[in-house]
C-alpha cells in the first residue's frame, strides 16, 4: 500500500489567495515530514520539513502543520505567486532512512 | 554546497540493452538512493545505502540492481531493459545525523529512454 498519500494531483488557486497541500500517512513510526517542490526535468528541492516533536513550523509564507493522531501534515502557502506553480512532494521517513514520497500535487497560481 | 552528481544526463537503449547509471557525491555522506519519478507516481524508491559495500531494497527494485563501490559511487544497473524502465532517474545523498526527510540532497537527473 501506498504508505504517503497525496490524494490531490492538482490544486488551483487564485495569486494571493492560500494555497494548503495535503499528504496523509500510514506508518506511525515516521518521525520526520517534509515538504519538497519540484520543476518539470528538474531535481527536487526542500522547501520546509518538521520532526514529530513538533506540530507546525514556519518559513516566511510556508506553514507546514502535523497532526500526528490523524497521520496528515499539509504545507501552507500565503500570498501564493504564479513562481509558486510547481509540483510539490510531501515526504516521510522513520530515523531508519527510507525515505518515501507522496506521488505529487501539481500547484497552478493563476495571475 | 553539497554536491551529487549523475552521468549520464540522457540515454536511450533498445528494450533488452544493459544500462548503468553513475551517481558520484562529495558530500562524505553515508547514504544514498536511486528513485525513479513518473508522472502520476511521484518519486518512487528503487535502491538505497549506507555504505559501500551496503544495498537496501526500496519499493520497486524489481529488474535493477544496484552496486555501492565507495563511500562516494553509487551504480544503478539494468541488464535487461524494458520500455517500463523508461524514466526520470534521481540519485540523492543524505547526512546521517539530525533529520533524514528534510536532509536529501538531489543529482540533475538521468531521462532513461528504452525504446
Known amino acids: 500500500g501506498q504508505q504517503v498519500k497525496q490524494s490531490s494531483p492538482s490544486l488551483t488557486v487564485q495569486e494571493g489567495g492560500i494555497s494548503i497541500l495535503n499528504c496523509d500517512y500510514e506508518n506511525d513510526m515516521f518521525d520526520y515530514f517534509a515538504w519538497y517542490k519540484k520543476y518539470p526535468d528538474n531535481s527536487p528541492t526542500l522547501l520546509i520539513s518538521v520532526r514529530s516533536n513538533v506540530d507546525k513550523r514556519e518559513d516566511g509564507r510556508l506553514t507546514v502543520f502535523l497532526n500526528k493522531s490523524g497521520k496528515h501534515f499539509s504545507l501552507h502557502i500565503t500570498a501564493s505567486q504564479p513562481e509558486d506553480t510547481a509540483v510539490y512532494l510531501c515526504?516521510?521517513?522513520?530515523?531508519?532512512?527510507?525515505?518515501?514520497f507522496g506521488k505529487g500535487t501539481h500547484l497552478h497560481v493563476l495571475p | 554546497e553539497a554536491a551529487v552528481t549523475q552521468s549520464p544526463r540522457n540515454k536511450v537503449t533498445v528494450t533488452g540493452g544493459n544500462v548503468t547509471l553513475s551517481c558520484r557525491q562529495t558530500n562524505s555522506h553515508n547514504y544514498m538512493y536511486w528513485y525513479r519519478q513518473d508522472t502520476g507516481h511521484g518519486l518512487r524508491l528503487i535502491h538505497y545505502s549506507y555504505g559501500a559495500g551496503n544495498l537496501q531494497i526500496g519499493d520497486v527494485p524489481d529488474g535493477y540492481k544496484a552496486t555501492r563501490t565507495t563511500q562516494e559511487d553509487f551504480f544503478l544497473l539494468l541488464e535487461l531493459a524494458s520500455p517500463s524502465q523508461t524514466s526520470l532517474y534521481f540519485c540523492?545523498?543524505?547526512?546521517?545525523?539530525?533529520?533524514?526527510?528534510?536532509?536529501?540532497?538531489f543529482g540533475s537527473g538521468t531521462r532513461l529512454t528504452v525504446l
Open positions: 515526504a516521510a521517513d522513520t530515523n531508519a532512512y527510507k525515505v518515501i
Open positions: 540523492a545523498s543524505n547526512r546521517d545525523w539530525g533529520g533524514s526527510a528534510e536532509t536529501l540532497y
